[in-house]
């Protein structure tokens, strides 16, 4: 059993990781040689190039993404995106994973804020009554 929640959203990274800087990366998808017990993984971008040598295919990542599209148990979502921005610190991270939980009302999100994956939880506020 546990607590699951629903994770939508992206961190964008600029400017995108090179194949170099993320080909051993946990983080990957599965399909890519990653390990799913990762809350979030590299979105891996394909581009086709001409070359001299013919046609290259040139992967980068240039965002985080939920690990999966169903909802999951994101005990460690905030630590994940950390272990992300503290890897590559030549990089900007920006944007949001938005998070809803079981309970109703339980709603989150994860922000970058200085260089550090943020929890933020909202303010509930009642209009003022007459």
Not at 27 to 42: H, I
Request: charged letters at 30%.
């Amino acid at each position: 059993m546990g607590y699951y929640t629903s994770v939508t959203g992206e961190i964008r990274i600029e400017p995108p990781l090179t194949w170099a800087e993320i080909k051993s990366n946990p983080l990957l998808p599965e399909t890519e040689g990653g390990r799913s017990e990762y809350d979030v993984q590299l979105r891996i971008d394909e581009e086709t190039v001409e070359t001299d040598e013919g046609q290259m295919i040139r992967k980068t990542c240039s965002a985080l993404v939920p690990a999966w599209d169903d909802s999951f148990k994101a005990y460690h979502l905030v630590e994940h995106v950390q272990f992300m921005v503290d890897a590559f610190p030549g990089h900007t991270f920006s944007g949001r994973l938005d998070c809803e939980g079981e309970e109703n009302g339980d709603l989150w999100r994860v922000v970058i804020r200085d260089g550090r994956a943020e929890k933020v939880t909202p303010r509930i506020v009642w209009p003022d009554e007459e």
